[in-house]
């Protein structure tokens, strides 16, 4: 991206931009063109920021372990690449990871920060307004240094993303390290944390930053940087807000627990897969056979056709989760088992599962569980269920880096490409856009 041309169309037309109705979820349509000077104006561009947010984390999906490629669609050619961990290798017509798109988000995040604070009078609704520029902000670095940087280390200098925080024409954007866009991750968050006023949106507005949703965000940055007591007290905060699972064992009307109206929904702002993803990549055996006969999510998560399942999870207008209870279930047994709770981490586990098996296969799943011993086991059995409910949302990728760098090998067209275990592909180069168009990027 080059970042001078798009802060000065950012700093011409931001101010002169065009405002959106928002009656319908997300349904973002122009309707006048104002300075952004009242609270509702920078409502409605905190609105342009949250729609701005792109489904660039699902893409992660197709270099995983959990699919196969389908050479046979039409955006095949566009996404092989993804498929065969190409990141420099790729023709024009390739699509690539949202990276300007990203920073776009941070651009209007960054308006709303630095304009609306000096400009509005105090209020309850201010606070509100700053609390999810904040979190968005947090939200959206976050998921820049996870694809485009390395596994956090603690005490270690490593290579983040450029942390741009104002409108700068003479600034630099190099690269910033990574301990130091954390750090700015926890200051965003700290503040959102402080300033946020409403505890939980109600359906149609819950792609807003919440108090639990800003919990459950911090949960998550404090276990990918492997502070384990610190994630696990945010994600037992979110718990005692809101613990709801939906039981598949009573789902008449066939709702996904990733559903807009679901009763485990937290955040919505990230669409579950891209459309072009779900056509493109299809469950493989490995994936498939981590679902046994008694587990209810197999029959819900897809489709079979052709000897291919296909994920039911999709760019839906009501598929879409960035934080729901059932994966902060998850969140908080795999840290009662870091932090040395073996028991607690079983009973956590099992209360999930019991509303994802039928009930005989609950009680044969808790008996494996509770004979595990060992916390490598338990460990391992954790992730085994982060891959059964999580699969083709987004968060393979991300547990492969901070878990498991194991060697995987996809084939496509006969040719047929591998990465290592530890590989450095691991890390996602920035896209080849972006480095053409900034230097220290390369």
């Not at 973002?28 to 000077?37: E, G, L, M």
Request: aromatic share 12%; net charge negative; with cysteine.
């Amino acid at each position: 991206m080059n970042y001078k041309k798009f802060i000065t169309y950012i700093s011409i037309f931001l101010i002169t931009f065009g405002f959106f109705s928002c009656d319908d979820y997300l349904d973002i349509q122009p309707k006048d063109r104002v300075i952004p000077t009242t609270l509702k104006d920078y409502q409605q561009l905190l609105i342009s920021a949250y729609s701005a947010f792109p489904v660039t984390k699902s893409k992660t999906e197709l270099r995983t372990d959990l699919v196969n490629f389908n050479d046979s669609d039409a955006s095949a050619e566009s996404y092989r690449h993804f498929y065969l961990w190409e990141d420099t290798n790729y023709d024009a017509t390739a699509t690539e990871f949202d990276y300007d798109l990203l920073y776009r988000v941070i651009f209007y995040t960054n308006e709303v920060i630095n304009n609306a604070n000096e400009k509005l009078e105090e209020s309850v609704a201010k606070k509100q307004l700053l609390a999810e520029a904040h979190a968005l902000r947090a939200y959206t670095y976050f998921e820049l240094v996870n694809l485009f940087s390395d596994v956090y280390q603690e005490g270690k200098t490593q290579r983040g993303v450029p942390l741009v925080l104002r409108i700068d024409l003479e600034a630099q954007f190099s690269p910033a390290s990574l301990q130091e866009v954390y750090a700015q991750i926890h200051k965003d968050l700290d503040l959102a944390e402080k300033l946020v006023q409403i505890k939980i949106f109600t359906e149609n507005q819950s792609y807003h930053f919440s108090q639990v949703a800003i919990h459950a965000l911090k949960s998550r940055v404090y276990l990918f940087q492997a502070k384990w007591a610190e994630a696990l007290k945010y994600a037992q905060k979110v718990l005692d807000e809101k613990s709801d699972l939906l039981d598949l064992n009573h789902n008449d009307e066939g709702l996904l627990p990733h559903q807009l109206n679901s009763v485990e929904q937290i955040l919505t702002l990230d669409y579950a897969v891209h459309n072009r993803v779900s056509e493109v990549a299809a469950a493989n055996d490995f994936l498939i056979k981590k679902y046994d006969e008694e587990d209810l999510r197999k029959n819900l998560f897809y489709k079979e056709e052709n000897n291919k399942f296909q994920a039911i999870k999709g760019t839906k207008e009501d598929l879409r989760s960035s934080f729901r209870t059932g994966e902060i279930y998850l969140v908080k047994a795999e840290l009662q088992v870091r932090t040395g709770d073996l028991d607690g981490a079983k009973q956590t586990l099992n209360s999930f599962v019991n509303t994802r098996k039928t009930a005989e296969g609950a009680k044969n799943y808790a008996k494996k569980i509770n004979a595990i011993q060992s916390q490598e086991a338990l460990l391992k059995e954790i992730f085994e269920e982060r891959i059964r409910e999580l699969a083709f949302e987004g968060y393979r990728w991300f547990d492969l880096r901070r878990y498991e760098q194991k060697e995987i090998t996809h084939e496509t067209r006969g040719q047929k490409a591998t990465l290592g275990a530890n590989d450095p592909r691991y890390t996602i180069e920035f896209p080849v856009s972006a480095k053409r168009e900034n230097p220290f990027l390369k």
